[in-house]
């Protein structure tokens, strides 16, 4: 493997890393959010 | 909620175990948006991925609550194994991820951190560049999209991936090594050009 080629693939992985983090992958819905609170206190009441 | 802000995982795990609901609300704050990206990325389906978001957090809750979890410090790497599982348990059936043969190229792509962790923020990225890559990220198959996602977006170790997939560090690397491959080989056939602009 030549220096370009071993360049080339370094900045691949730099550009890889920079495409993932620049996707935007949302949120949980608040009803998801809204349960989870109220599973965990009704949970605190029964234990 | 401003003090329990300041609290570690465990502190927290500790006072919603003895009847703190603040204090569990404080935890799925902090992990959350983290979680549920991890999910998201990896189901490609915001409805899967809030059935998992949820699943993962009621199996949580059920163990705190039984007095079964075990303070280790890395109540952010449990809740992405439970995740992890979840997902398993939906897509159980094992996809080739050699989608690339091991000995079609030898790249050497994890063994140089000086360059792997270059810091990117401040070139200047084509933004279609950025889509591009997204797309061959997402074809990828599912084990490998998992273990990028866990690098690149949620700078884990390979040793903490090994841990959270179940797998061997080796492993690990290789499903890295795959992806890498196959995103090159991806770019080369639709013709994309994988360099920073510059």
């Known amino acids: ?47 | 909620m401003q003090n329990l802000i300041q609290l570690t995982d465990d502190q927290l795990v500790a006072l919603y175990s003895n009847g703190n609901t603040k204090a569990f609300d404080t935890l799925l704050s902090r992990y959350q948006d983290k979680l549920y990206s991890y999910i998201k990325f990896v189901v490609r389906n915001r409805d899967l991925a809030d059935d998992i978001f949820q699943d993962t957090f009621v199996k949580a809750i059920v163990t705190l609550q039984k007095g079964s979890y075990t303070s280790t410090g890395k109540f952010g790497a449990w809740l992405t194994r439970i995740a992890h599982n979840l997902i398993i348990d939906y897509f159980r059936q094992d996809k080739n991820e050699n989608t690339v043969s091991n000995d079609a190229q030898e790249y050497d792509l994890l063994n140089d951190a000086s360059l792997a962790e270059a810091n990117v923020e401040d070139t200047m990225i084509n933004e279609q560049t950025l889509r591009d890559v997204r797309r061959l990220v997402d074809a990828l198959p599912d084990n490998q999209r998992e273990v990028v996602f866990m690098r690149y977006y949620q700078d884990l170790s390979f040793k903490e991936i090994a841990d959270i997939t179940g797998v061997s560090i080796n492993t690990a690397l290789g499903r890295m090594r795959y992806a890498l491959i196959n995103i090159r080989k991806m770019s080369v056939d639709n013709g994309i050009a994988l360099s920073l602009a510059v």
Do not use: H, W
């Open chain 1, 1 to 47: 493997m030549d220096q370009t080629s071993t360049t080339s693939s370094y900045l691949s992985e730099n550009l890889i890393r920079a495409a993932v983090r620049s996707g935007s992958y949302g949120q949980p819905a608040q009803k998801t959010l809204d349960f989870l609170r109220n599973f965990a206190a009704e949970m605190c009441n029964v234990a």
